[in-house]
T-cell receptor, first 116, second 112 residues
Framework: AQSVTQPDIHITVSEGASLELRCNYSYGATPYLFWYVQSPGQGLQLLLKYFSGDTLVQGIKGFEAEFKRSQSSFNLRKPSVHWSDAAEYFCAVGPNYGGSQGNLIFGKGTKLSVKP | ETGVTQTPRHLVMGMTNKKSLKCEQHLGHNAMYWYKQSAKKPLELMFVYSLEERVENNSVPSRFSPECPNSSHLFLHLHTLQPEDSALYLC???????????FGSGTRLTVV
């Protein structure tokens, strides 16, 4: 069955510290991979995506993610967290129909808190 | 402003009311989606429209009725809802050929 697992429900880091949010997926083929961020009361904003090519992907707001096929993972990282990064983060996977995206499957999300 | 606009932002309705949620995008996207986001549950895909045709309905109760009159507009008609239908309803759009979804800010629905 297709699924996305974000094992950490809630993470707290200090401002300026590094961050890694984990995402593992179960999929029948190489999927498209995404990370979204949601601030309270808002919709989801796309941070970055992986379709093919370089497995290290750069996104907005200083985030990056690395696709590791052998581990079925797509972890999100940021070297130095800012207080404004406090939000909920969602990993998502979708089918790669040779260019067509198909419907996305979302993880349950990881809530990030940032302490001063 | 994300490019996908949802109205209203907040809605309180009784179980016997009829109301509609509206979603509008002017990004030139060809696919539109309704998602339900409840506390402590994953995002639930409700409906998918691609090129204005419904392509997926994930066993959503008939008290939710979608309408997609053109590629820029999507509605979710609501009637005789239950309290457990209270949630954040998110609309999204995408190019059929990929690129990620663009989400609206959502409608926070409370059924009393």
């Amino acid at each position: 069955a297709q699924s996305v697992t974000q094992p950490d429900i809630h993470i707290t880091v200090s401002e300026g510290a590094s961050l890694e949010l984990r995402c593992n997926y179960s999929y029948g083929a190489t999927p498209y991979l995404f990370w979204y961020v949601q601030s309270p009361g808002q919709g989801l904003q796309l941070l970055l995506k992986y379709f093919s090519g370089d497995t290290l992907v750069q996104g907005i707001k200083g985030f990056e993610a690395e696709f590791k096929r052998s581990q079925s993972s797509f972890n999100l990282r940021k070297p130095s967290v800012h207080w404004s990064d406090a939000a909920e983060y969602f990993c998502a996977v979708g089918p790669n129909y040779g260019g067509s995206q198909g419907n996305l499957i979302f993880g349950k999300g990881t809530k990030l808190s940032v302490k001063p | 402003e994300t490019g996908v606009t949802q109205t209203p932002r907040h809605l309180v309705m009784g179980m016997t009311n009829k109301k509609s949620l509206k979603c509008e995008q002017h990004l030139g996207h060809n696919a539109m989606y309704w998602y339900k986001q409840s506390a402590k549950k994953p995002l639930e895909l409700m409906f998918v429209y691609s090129l204005e045709e419904r392509v997926e309905n994930n066993s959503v109760p008939s008290r939710f009725s979608p309408e997609c009159p053109n590629s820029s507009h999507l509605f979710l008609h609501l009637h005789t809802l239950q309290p457990e239908d209270s949630a954040l309803y998110l609309c999204a759009s995408s190019e059929v050929e990929g690129g990620g979804y663009t989400f609206g800010s959502g409608t926070r629905l409370t059924v009393v």
